[in-house]
């Protein structure tokens, strides 16, 4: 098939090399010096497109991409203030859109065990939810888009947990490198929170592609789990993935709907 790329950063290039690894066409790349080139006759001509940018610049690049007949894959968070206002493009002019926060396979499936295992907590009110992301020195928002979604998960599934809250951002270096997320939790002055809320604690850590550990806490014992990316091939390989899944159709869809289909 015939991919575009909009964002031509690490993940683009990681993107673009996973693609013709699968045997793909890479036939229009959209960076922040040739923008213009979304309404070009090349960009046009791709199953799908695949967009990596900037919160700011997201649903602009998603609704031009749509007006030029292109499905997207939008793997670009932080914009949910324009979610509705995007949607509604895609919509108007019959294109197709799928944007989540992770596009890993492992991410979300491990996201499914995340949902079973807080609707299982349900029934044992012993047990409360506390999360931890860890990602690389240059991210600098938190928590995390799968974090919140993870959290979003939680709250869906689980009657004693109603909100999620932001516990701050801890830099890892040799001061604390040697604790354990929970020891520098401990240590760590937290803001006052609801007690049915989920405590969601960041770390920055060197060049970390991304950590999340979910832990479910007892006064006996601790039930965790964690997925650990190993490097951006994961999000890259999701994400091709789900161009192929998107590629001749209409709507706007999740990655839920995605995997389902996939499982």
């Not at 690389?136 to 998960?153: F, Q, R, Y």
């Not at 516990?167 to 929970?182: C, L, R």
């Not at 950590?211 to 965790?224: A, L």
């Amino acid at each position: 098939m015939k991919i575009a790329l909009i964002g031509y950063g690490k993940m683009g290039h990681a993107i673009e090399r996973i693609a013709r690894e699968r045997g793909h066409e890479i036939v229009s790349v959209i960076d922040v010096n040739n923008n213009a080139d979304i309404e070009g006759e090349a960009f046009a001509s791709a199953d799908a497109a695949i967009e990596f940018t900037t919160p700011a610049t997201a649903p602009d690049n998603v609704m031009r991409a749509a007006a030029a007949g292109v499905p997207v894959i939008c793997g670009s968070t932080g914009w949910a203030a324009r979610r509705d206002e995007v949607e509604k493009r895609v919509s108007e002019v019959e294109g197709a859109l799928l944007a989540s926060s992770n596009f890993s396979i492992g991410v979300n499936v491990f996201n499914i065990v995340n949902r079973k295992l807080a609707a299982l907590m349900s029934h044992l009110p012993q047990y409360m939810p506390h999360m931890y992301e860890t990602h690389h020195v240059h991210k600098l928002d938190h928590p995390s888009g799968t974090a919140i979604t993870l959290a979003e998960g939680i709250i869906a599934e689980n009657e004693r947990v109603n909100s999620w809250a932001d516990e701050g951002m801890v830099w890892i270096d040799e001061t604390n490198a040697s604790k354990t997320p929970q020891e520098i939790e401990a240590s760590i002055e937290k803001p006052a929170m609801e007690p049915d809320a989920l405590p969601v604690l960041s770390f920055r850590e060197g060049e970390v592609p991304g950590t999340h550990t979910v832990d479910w806490d007892s006064p006996v014992d601790c039930i965790s789990i964690t997925h650990r990316a190993k490097s951006r091939d994961g999000f890259a390989l999701g994400a091709v993935m789900a161009a192929e899944w998107i590629a001749g159709r209409k709507g706007i869809f999740t990655i839920d709907e995605m995997m389902a289909e996939l499982l």
